[in-house]
C-alpha cells in the first residue's frame, strides 16, 4: 500500500469483503474513505462474531482501562475529557467512525494541545 491510500484500497486489493463479513458492521463503523495510517490495524467481522467478549478495548462508552471511546462515547464521556466541550464533543460524534485516534488531529477536529491532553484517556 503507498502514502494516500484509503480504506476501501486496502480492502480491494486483499481481494474484497467475504461472504462471511459482517456487513452492517461496515456500513456503521468501518470508514473506507479513510486514509491508512502506518501500523493501524483494520479489523472487520465475521456476521455474528460477538465482538464485546473478543476486543477490550472499543465498545462501549469506555474500555477496561476506563478510556472514552471516541467512535463509542456519548456526548458526555466526551465532554468529560480536558477541553473537550459541548461543540467539539458533538464533533467528534459527526466524524465518526475513526480508524485511529490521532484521526482527530488528521481530520482538525480538536487542535494539537488539546491532542496532548486527552491522548491517554482515549481510545477508539
Given at each position: 500500500?503507498?502514502?494516500?491510500?484509503?480504506?476501501?484500497?486496502?480492502?480491494?486489493?486483499s481481494?474484497?469483503?467475504?461472504?462471511?463479513?459482517?456487513?452492517?458492521?461496515?456500513?456503521?463503523?468501518?470508514?473506507?474513505?479513510?486514509?491508512?495510517?502506518?501500523?493501524q490495524?483494520?479489523?472487520?467481522?465475521?456476521?455474528?462474531?460477538?465482538?464485546?467478549?473478543?476486543?477490550?478495548s472499543?465498545?462501549?462508552?469506555?474500555?477496561?482501562?476506563?478510556?472514552?471511546?471516541?467512535?463509542?462515547?456519548?456526548?458526555?464521556?466526551?465532554d468529560?475529557?480536558?477541553?473537550?466541550?459541548?461543540?467539539?464533543?458533538?464533533?467528534i460524534?459527526?466524524?465518526?467512525?475513526?480508524?485511529?485516534?490521532?484521526?482527530?488531529?488528521?481530520?482538525?477536529?480538536?487542535?494539537?494541545?488539546?491532542?496532548?491532553?486527552?491522548?491517554?484517556?482515549?481510545?477508539?
Amino acid at each position: 500500500m503507498s502514502e494516500g491510500d484509503r480504506v476501501i484500497d486496502l480492502i480491494t486489493r486483499s481481494g474484497g469483503i467475504t461472504i462471511e463479513a459482517d456487513k452492517s458492521y461496515i456500513e456503521k463503523h468501518l470508514n473506507q474513505a479513510a486514509q491508512l495510517i502506518d501500523g493501524q490495524k483494520i479489523y472487520i467481522p465475521k456476521e455474528g462474531e460477538n465482538l464485546l467478549q473478543n476486543d477490550n478495548s472499543s465498545f462501549g462508552n469506555q474500555n477496561s482501562q476506563g478510556k472514552v471511546s471516541i467512535n463509542y462515547g456519548s456526548a458526555t464521556d466526551l465532554d468529560s475529557l480536558p477541553g473537550i466541550g459541548e461543540k467539539r464533543a458533538s464533533s467528534i460524534i459527526k466524524n465518526r467512525p475513526y480508524a485511529s485516534i490521532e484521526e482527530l488531529l488528521l481530520r482538525k477536529i480538536i487542535p494539537q494541545s488539546v491532542f496532548e491532553d486527552i491522548k491517554n484517556d482515549i481510545s477508539l
